[in-house]
């Protein structure tokens, strides 16, 4: 028979469990305490919040080891780390021993987010900036106060980098379209008031360095309409995840594998083909290199074979063939990743020749006149005193373009971001800093012609699915 305690419910409201009847307390009389943790992927936009109940005396440690149990993570030893985000801003990163009962957030105002540490967090060097970046506007109606918005982010900085090379760094990690991009403005604020800042600009040397664990009165903005564009916070989770069960496959990340989508050039065709990698998370760029040769065509068997990053038509990077494909995160919607041979000429390059990457672009008059670059890009082999005119008739060989297209044709030096038009007498190779092969460029070699008279194609009909071996 119920005890009088048993029979006693007081409705509190609708979501209430009956304690009581279920012989469980509630957690704050277990000595529990609930924290609500948005997690965010690394690679995906949409967060999921999770509830995690532990003991008042546990640690943030014990947080992210409790939430590593629930969420998907790009590689089993991820790291996580735990962020009070208020009104728009990271307010604070907490150290892994801080107790949980000390830790109030306003729902209304604020939030706690996990995010995973990037490998390229994990090994700064002692000159890089990790700094934070807020999305803001100016409210006109508030006598021009600044108004963050969006999903503040923590972002790295390299010494003597500029800031025509964040912002293309930026552009890629938040995947914003060319036309969109133009628009936003960039601005160091400190105590709330905006500098805004020139493409040439150092932005390192603007930042102090600081406890990482402290709050931050600097932070790097970038200005842009509030409806334009934001980072979405979605409260469902969404999955993609295939059904293996009639194959009776675990799905590649239930198996330790990675996939990823490499096209293929071919040295002297024009199509591309699209393969799709999977191998262990553990697997490097060469591993990648490997496999795609066994499934490609080449021009003779002792081919070498670089995988480049590409994003907006321009060279992100080349990888080196010792990084782990777990690091490598490339967004469809605007970038890809592409395997392609290395030629002879490439292998044995003189001390003065110089490997440039020459990208194709428009001019786009509804856009202020900026440059829009378009097509495949490609590097090139340019020789010590080698004129315009010399590497104009090795370009269009190259790209078999007709003497009647050809003509139309203008060539630039672009460096952060503006073309400077080249005379037929110019020596190329002297515009041309000497540059870490895999790192980005902020510099090329333009040719502004029509986008529609003449484009590299990159198929999509040409999906080929092919699994590693493993």
Partial sequence: MATPNQQQITKTSDTMFHDEI??????????????????????????????INLPVQSTVGDVIYDLKTKVELSHPNAKLRLLEVFHHKIYKIFPLSEKIGNINVNDQYGKLRAEEISGEDKNLGPRDRLIHVYHFTIDASQSGMVKNFGEPFLFITHEKETLVEVKFRIQKKLQVSD??????????????????LRNSDVVSSLFQGIDIYGAWGQYLGLEHSESSWRK???????????NYKGLDIPPPELQGLKTLKVAFHHA?????????????????????????KTKVELSHPDAKLRLLEVFHHKIYKIFRLSEKIVNI????QYGKLRAEEISEEEKNLGPRDRLIPVYHFAIDASQSEMVKNFGEPFFFIIHEKETLVEVKSRIQKKLQVSDEEFAKWKFA??????????????????????????????????LEHSESSWKRAYPTNQDVLALGKY
């Fill in 413 to 446: 030096f672009l460096s952060l971001g503006r073309p400077e038009y080249l005379r037929n007498s110019d020596v190329v190779s002297s515009l041309f800093q000497r540059i870490d092969q895999y790192g980005a460029w902020g510099q090329y070699l333009g």
């Fill in 329 to 332: 995160n490339v967004n469809d």
């Fill in 22 to 51: 279920l012989d469980i307390p509630p957690p704050e009389l277990q000595d529990l305490k609930t924290l609500k943790v948005a997690f965010r992927h690394a690679t995906k936009e949409d967060m999921v919040v999770y509830s």
């Fill in 232 to 242: 979405a916070y979605p409260t469902n989770q969404t999955s993609d995840i295939l």
């Fill in 268 to 292: 002297t065709k024009e199509d591309m083909v699209v393969h799709s990698i999977s191998l262990p998370i553990q697997s490097t760029v060469g591993d990648v290199i490997n496999d795609v």
């Fill in 179 to 196: 036309e969109e991009f133009a628009t936003w403005k960039f601005a160091f604020l400190s105590l709330g008031q905006p500098e805004y």
